[in-house]
Structure formats: C-alpha cells, structure tokens
Nanobody
Framework: QVQLVESGGGLVQPGGSLRLSCAAS????????MGWYRQAPGKQRELVAV???????NYADFVKGRFTISRDNAKNTVYLQMNSLKPEDTAVYYC???????????WGQGTQVTVSS
C-alpha cells in the first residue's frame, strides 16, 4: 500500500522559513521522481518543484532562489526547504511520486502552509 505523508506545514510570517517533509512507503522510493505541488484557494494545483531519481531538480519560476527540493533515499523522504516566504505562497502543499516526464502516480494528503503577519 503506497503512502505519502507530508508534514512540516504551519503558520509563518512573511520572510520566514519552513521545511516540508514527505515520508514515502509502499514502493521503491529511490527509482521514482518526487515532486511538490501546491493549491491555493480558488486556484488550480501547480507544480512547485521536482527531483528525479538521479537528483536533478526543476523549479517553478516563482520559487527559484527561495525553495530547495531534496531527497534522502535512505529515509524514503523528500523535503522542500522554503525560505523568504511570501503571502502568495499560502496554499496546501502536496507531495507526489511518479515516473520521470510523466504525470504523478501517487499523491499525499497535503499540508497547509499559511504565510501571514
């Protein structure tokens, strides 16, 4: 049974930082690409960052230079370090797993990130 469990969300002030974690189980983590998407109220879900099985990364323009995606294959966990957070980063953040250059296969339940003073 595949599970993706996100954690680390919360309320943070503008300019602050958060680190999201996504613990994976039920599949061979190391051979799959992992990604983070987000969905703000009233908006479509959008790609934030992706990391391939080989460690290559890709970011949406709106997070370049502020967010960093990484993975620890020994812990079956993918991370999203978010710095210099802005109110417009407020959204539910979802972890996912899939085959590179294909749509995600599995999704987590999401974790809320709220950036507000």
């Amino acid at each position: 049974q595949v599970q993706l469990v996100e954690s680390g969300g919360g309320l943070v002030q503008p300019g602050g930082s958060l680190r999201l974690s996504c613990a994976a189980s039920g599949f061979t983590f190391s051979i799959f690409a992992m990604g983070w998407y987000r969905q703000a109220p009233g908006k479509q879900r959008e790609l934030v960052a992706v990391i391939t099985s080989g460690g290559s990364t890709n970011y949406a323009d709106f997070v370049k230079g502020r967010f960093t995606i990484s993975r620890d294959n020994a812990k079956n966990t993918v991370y999203l370090q978010m710095n210099s957070l802005k109110p417009e980063d407020t959204a539910v953040y979802y972890c996912n797993a899939g085959v590179e250059r294909n749509p995600p296969i599995w999704w987590g339940q999401g974790t809320q990130v709220t950036v507000s003073s």
